[in-house]
């Protein structure tokens, strides 16, 4: 717990929150004593003081789109990637070793991840079309995108119709994150560092037209990603227990195949470095569910540029 820098108000939260840690590192030990066919391990992280639905309400924040605008709803996008052959696609990808991915991010207690998941998606496009890697700005779409809710919730088409509308994004320098809602300030949206000329959406439970895309650019993506063993996944590919319930962000940013065969996405995540493999996820790719692992091929869309 000290070495996560928690801070409690009393002694009485400390020794609530010490049985809510003692708690769930039992489950970690438990679940990491299982032999059988697990491809991936849990461990103690910053969310270990925390029950499962604190966490599932601090750090999620994906929202469906009926709680968004009938705009979202109803469009319809193209997907120019649909004509591409599956045979010609690399066997593996991995933006981070093509420089077209910023270091990991962390959203902190306000469940914007889906600002974060857009971002990523973009400053991936951004680096690709112009050869130049930008730290953009969530706390600009925190702030000023009016379609979403900011630390309550949002949605990565919103966000990418909020920046094709305004004419872009400005950098993270210029509009640091604060992890809270504020105030839009006008002034630091400008000058814009790239802009989009609109999104286009990956069809829906398909794995293969996702491969398609994440092969040539980063891909923001709906995840079921509140769950026990996705809380305190460390490493391995991971193929534990979610449902199709979508309530968080990610950005797939490759795939690949393990020694073992065991093939995978790999996924960006914004809950700091301390979660996962430096931040981010090795999870099962083509698996029998047309909706992909914890529903990952249901909701992925990708910026134009």
């Given at each position: 717990m000290t070495k996560h820098g928690r801070v409690y108000a009393d002694v009485k939260e400390k020794s609530n929150r010490y049985v809510v840690f003692k708690?769930?590192?039992?489950?970690?030990?438990?679940?990491?004593?299982?032999?059988?066919?697990?491809?991936?391990?849990?461990?103690v992280n910053q969310f270990a003081d925390l029950t499962n639905d604190e966490f599932r309400s601090m750090y999620t924040?994906?929202?469906?789109?009926?709680?968004?605008?009938?705009?979202?709803q109803t469009k319809t996008t193209s997907f120019r990637y649909q004509n591409v052959s599956s045979g010609a696609l690399p066997i593996s990808v991995d933006w981070r070793t093509k420089g077209a991915v910023t270091p990991i991010k962390n959203q902190?207690?306000?469940?914007?991840?889906?600002?974060?998941?857009?971002?990523?998606?973009?400053?991936?496009?951004?680096?690709?079309?112009?050869?130049?890697?930008?730290?953009?700005?969530?706390?600009?779409?925190?702030?000023?995108?009016?379609n979403d809710?900011?630390?309550e919730g949002g949605l990565?088409?919103?966000?990418?119709?909020?920046?094709?509308?305004?004419?872009?994004?400005?950098t993270e320098s210029n509009y640091p994150y604060k992890g809270e809602d504020a105030t839009c300030n006008s002034k630091k949206t400008n000058p814009k560092?790239?802009?989009?000329?609109g999104y286009e959406d990956v069809p829906v439970n398909d794995e293969q037209a996702l491969m398609k895309a994440v092969a040539h650019q980063p891909v923001s993506v709906g995840i079921e990603g509140g769950g026990f063993d996705f809380q305190f996944y460390s490493?391995?590919?991971f193929t534990g227990e979610c449902t199709t319930y979508l309530d968080h962000a990610v950005t797939a940013i490759g795939y690949g195949q393990s020694t073992n065969g065991s093939k995978y996405w790999i996924i960006k995540n914004s809950w700091g470095t301390k979660w996962g493999e430096s931040g981010?996820?090795?999870i099962q790719k083509d698996i029998k569910d047309k909706q992909g692992l914890c529903g990952l091929a249901m909701k992925a869309s990708y910026p134009t540029i």
């Open positions: 708690r769930n590192v039992e489950r970690i030990e438990h679940l990491n004593s299982i032999p059988a066919g697990r491809t991936y391990k849990l461990a924040g994906f929202k469906g789109v009926s709680a968004l605008s009938s705009q979202s902190g207690s306000c469940g914007c991840c889906w600002a974060f998941s857009a971002v990523a998606a973009i400053e991936g496009a951004t680096q690709i079309k112009k050869g130049k890697l930008i730290s953009l700005s969530e706390q600009q779409l925190v702030d000023c995108d009016t809710f900011g630390c990565m088409d919103t966000a990418f119709e909020y920046i094709k509308a305004t004419g872009g994004l400005t560092a790239t802009s989009i000329t490493s391995g590919v981010y996820m090795r």
